[in-house]
């Protein structure tokens, strides 16, 4: 191609512009003046280039990853209280109304399922149900205790949708689920502005009226009816349902109706505990921030929850540094809402395998915390057999030393056969309720990550 006359160019050529400063001293346009402004300009823009990759360097991302009720929420809130437990002070206000559908959801989970009991009873011709039949025929006929209670208790039951409307801010869920479903920034609606430098938690003055309405009179309904609740807890029919596995509330429901009376008070605020225990379903990514000293020097650990979609976040955490991921190994006797089919446990080592075969996160740290060991046990102990829906667990001992290493021996597996980035795997068995021995597994899994993250960006 033919170069046009007295063009000296072509048009992939940048031009070079001389600037001011670059003018020879010797060239009457030379300005000492603007030559030193632009020198100035210069060396603050290398600083600060400098600081931002410092800063980069200090960074630490951590993605926390599982099934929807794997822990991975309580894992954060337990990093939160051991780095920041200010901002977790400053969120307790939040979680009031969220305690209180969490109590309110468990109380008409029982008064249906009796229902469904008493008006079907005798007519399940399965094992399971006739020792239904058999525990509750020495109560007689308790069909109008129930309905006794039903109506001191609908008040309150009829509080959960207007509950979970105000908390999910307008959020549905596709398939017809009910319950609180929530997207980053939720706490924004019932609490004011927080410390935390979480984008979690977005600037806002303060509840919304309708949430603060909504929340104070959830809170005079169950301050009224806390001696109904209490009875139908007790209730012997309910205890009998409850160890026949009839009713299967929430793991964090027991819980919460233990402790209705503490609950019930007008000046009630979340206790730890409560925050630890409280269920709430999030969507999306929320990303929280925490200065971790570690190593001698402060890192900027930034650490998300991811919930909802599986793999459409991956492209956007192929720097993570490192991924913890949560498996629920109490959830052998469970099987996923969405599929009936699937076993949960089954579904954890699936959602395993993905993760440790993923070419844009083989770069990552890899953590598994084989979680909900306290449930296990307590499953264990009460006679509930894993053999019975994991058929490959064969005549192994029904022991919590085999069952939890035989878990731990198939995620170890599935590591060793599926990660292409040959990692190391750091292992350990945890119950997120247990704030001592979770915070030994914060420190050490926060160690590790660390010396990781220093060997990768050349940090001393």
């Not at 398939?175 to 479903?181: F, I």
């Not at 022991?399 to 795997?425: C, K, M, P, W």
Request: proline share 3%; glycine share 6%; charged share 25%.
């Amino acid at each position: 191609m033919s170069k046009r006359v007295g063009h000296t160019h072509s048009s992939s050529e940048p031009i070079l512009l001389q600037s001011v400063g670059g003018t020879s001293k010797a060239s009457p346009f030379y300005d000492e003046e603007a030559a030193r402004t632009s020198q100035k300009i210069d060396d603050e823009l290398r600083r600060e280039w400098a600081r931002i990759k410092e800063a980069e360097r200090k960074q630490v991302k951590v993605m926390l990853l599982g099934q929807a009720e794997s822990g991975k929420s309580t894992l954060q809130k337990q990093f939160q209280l051991y780095y920041a437990h200010q901002t977790l002070d400053h969120e307790r206000p939040s979680w009031r109304p969220v305690v209180y559908f969490n109590i309110i959801k468990a109380v008409r989970m029982i008064l249906d399922e009796l229902d469904f009991e008493l008006a079907n009873i005798g007519s399940d011709d399965s094992t399971e149900g006739q020792a239904v039949a058999h525990a509750l025929a020495p109560l007689g006929d308790i069909s109008g205790e129930v309905s006794r209670l039903r109506t001191k208790l609908v008040t309150l039951i009829s509080m959960e949708d207007s509950l979970a409307s105000e908390l999910s801010g307008g959020v549905s869920v596709t398939g017809g689920r009910t319950g609180v479903y929530v997207r980053a920034g939720w706490q924004a609606l019932v609490t004011p502005l927080s410390p935390n430098r979480s984008r979690a938690v977005p600037a806002t003055g303060g509840p919304t009226p309708a949430v603060a309405h909504v929340t104070n009179l959830a809170s005079r309904t169950l301050n009224s009816a806390q001696d109904q609740l209490d009875e139908l807890w007790k209730h012997p029919a309910v205890r009998i349902l409850l160890n026949n596995r009839r009713i299967r509330l929430d793991e964090s429901a027991a819980f919460f109706l233990d402790n209705v009376k503490r609950i019930s008070q007008p000046d009630y605020l979340p206790t730890t505990a409560d925050l630890l225990n409280v269920r709430l379903q999030t969507l999306g990514v929320a990303e929280h921030s925490f200065d971790v000293e570690l190593c001698g020097s402060r890192y900027n650990w930034l650490m998300y929850d991811v919930g909802g979609a599986r793999h459409a976040w991956v492209p956007y955490f192929d720097d993570a540094t490192a991924i913890i991921f949560l498996a629920p190994i109490s959830a052998f006797d469970q099987y996923l809402e969405e599929d009936s089919r699937t076993n949960r446990v089954d579904d954890s080592l699936q959602l395993f395998t993905a993760i440790c075969s993923n070419k844009l996160l083989k770069n990552s740290h890899l953590v598994l915390l084989l979680n909900k060991t306290d449930l296990l046990k307590k499953k264990l102990e009460a006679g509930i057999k894993v053999r019975k829906y994991i058929t490959s667990y064969g005549d192994r001992p029904n022991t919590f030393a085999d069952v939890s290493e035989y878990f731990r021996a198939h995620f170890i597996q599935v590591h060793r056969r599926n990660d292409i980035g040959r990692r190391a795997l750091y292992a350990h068995f945890s119950s997120m309720l247990d704030i001592r021995a979770t915070q030994a597994i914060i420190v050490n899994v926060g160690e590790a990550i660390i010396r990781s993250h220093i060997a990768r960006t050349g940090l001393a």
